[in-house]
């Protein structure tokens, strides 16, 4: 909560003017209890994750097979409108009740302690920048451990194995989970905010990232067009689309992010053997078309 009554007094202690974005929080957060703003936070990734998997169904549902066949990873996948809203029904049902859990309030004290802050001035634009990357990297650190022990006999065949309803995954499905398993990596999105404080915008602009991020990873397109293709060493939907087709047996791409882990504990060797045995056949196939095309060619010239 903010302690200026108006936007003239929070501009006389800053000594400047305030920014639009500045006055918008301003406005915003003067009145709202801190825990309500933190709060709202995670009504952003739930919004985040119903508004950013939308499109996807209706590209999946609606467009023509013809035109998405060429960017879908698991092109033979197709589930009907009753499996998208089911997935999405059980997720929201699931997410709710971990929101309005007093269990998921526990991270907001901690983060206070740490030095979450939510007054004035906002972040500068690289100050922000800075602290993504490094939630960033924090959390695929964690999330790639705490997901390969969900990858253990126990922990799949009791917590792990909801995720893995669906072996060629959807938008919806990119929160699909047993609440323990949401709890559990839930840590690894935190743990990086309490290690490096920030202002409580920079951590509503973090989740909704994370929320985005985990819905393209689970989209089952790959377009060559993606923004997310300029971020270097991003895994994206093209690395967890395996990990997904593997289910239970899979031991390839368990970082959320980016590569890096998968690449240092030698967890991306499978993957790497399926992108090169994919990248085979296409040579062949290439090769196979060039000569029915010569063969074709030389039988009309002799015709």
Not at 235 to 244: K, M, N
Not at 251 to 258: G, K, T
Request: aromatic share 14%; net charge neutral.
């Amino acid at each position: 909560m903010i302690p200026y009554a108006t936007v003239e007094a929070a501009e006389e202690a800053l000594g400047r003017a305030m920014t639009w974005m500045e006055v918008a929080w301003f406005r915003h957060s003067r009145s709202t209890p801190d825990y309500c703003l933190y709060y709202e936070s995670l009504v952003i990734l739930l919004t985040v994750y119903s508004v950013t998997s939308l499109p996807l169904t209706l590209l999946e549902l609606c467009a023509p097979a013809k035109l998405t066949t060429p960017y879908k990873l698991q092109p033979e996948a197709r589930l009907s409108p009753a499996a998208f809203l089911g997935c999405y029904k059980e997720t929201l049902r699931v997410l709710v009740l971990v929101i309005i859990s007093p269990v998921l309030y526990l991270p907001y004290p901690i983060l206070k302690m740490a030095g979450t802050r939510t007054g004035l001035p906002l972040p500068s634009a690289g100050e922000v920048a800075a602290q993504l990357v490094v939630y960033m990297l924090i959390e695929d650190y964690f999330g790639y451990w705490l997901h390969r022990l969900l990858h253990s006999r126990w922990a799949y065949d009791n917590i792990h194995y909801i995720h893995h309803e669906y072996p060629a995954p959807i938008g919806f499905a990119a929160l699909h989970s047993h609440w323990v398993e949401l709890l559990i990596l839930g840590f690894s999105v935190f743990v990086g905010t309490v290690i490096v404080p920030c202002h409580m915008a920079t951590f509503m602009l973090w989740l909704a990232i994370r929320g985005i991020v985990s819905v393209d990873t689970h989209s089952g397109y790959d377009f060559p067009f993606s923004p997310a293709k300029l971020i270097p060493f991003y895994g994206g939907a093209q690395c967890h689309d395996y990990h997904h087709f593997g289910g239970k047996w899979s031991q390839s791409n368990f970082a959320p992010f980016f590569t890096f882990c998968d690449y240092i504990y030698g967890t991306d060797k499978g993957y790497k053997h399926h992108k090169a045995s994919l990248e085979k056949m296409k040579n062949m196939e290439s090769v196979r078309s060039e000569k029915e095309g010569l063969n074709g060619s030389i039988s009309r010239k002799q015709d």
